[in-house]
């Protein structure tokens, strides 16, 4: 809000911390944050020799404007990144899951129990296995 209000019209800002992070620190976190084994492979075609090797960004301009400066580390904005994608997926694993149930359910000739506020169960649910 504070750069709509304060910000030049047309101009380019950099929202940025002003510290060199390389690529594969935070690649590293991400990884660590998700809690998952990956193998990182680098593809030496798609390296080009004349790559920036370093950039660092300057928020500068976006504080003279607006009186913006970083305020939220890299690592909180990383980790609650991952949480959000975790807390979706699962989401959605619940939800084909509560799909799967009430499928077998109708399959087994058993009325489903469809409740917004509870997971798609059948009236027999001990006839439901578990682990679908």
């Known amino acids: 809000m504070m750069l709509l209000t304060k910000g030049r019209s047309g101009e380019a800002y950099n929202v940025c911390s002003g510290k060199e992070v390389s690529m594969g620190a935070v690649l590293e976190r991400l990884i660590g944050y998700a809690k998952v084994d990956v193998r990182v492979e680098q593809d030496p075609a798609l390296v080009r020799d004349a790559e920036q090797k370093r950039i660092v960004g300057s928020y500068g301009k976006l504080s003279k404007d607006t009186g913006w400066s970083p ?62």
Do not use: C, F, Y
């Open 71 to 132: 305020k939220v580390p890299l690592e909180k904005t990383l980790g609650d990144t991952v949480s959000h994608w975790l807390e979706q997926i699962k989401k959605r694993l619940d939800r084909d899951r509560q799909l799967l149930r009430t499928a077998l359910a109708v399959r087994l000739g058993l009325r489903p129990i469809i409740n917004a506020a509870m997971p798609l169960t059948s009236a027999a649910e001990n006839d439901v296995p578990d682990n679908i």
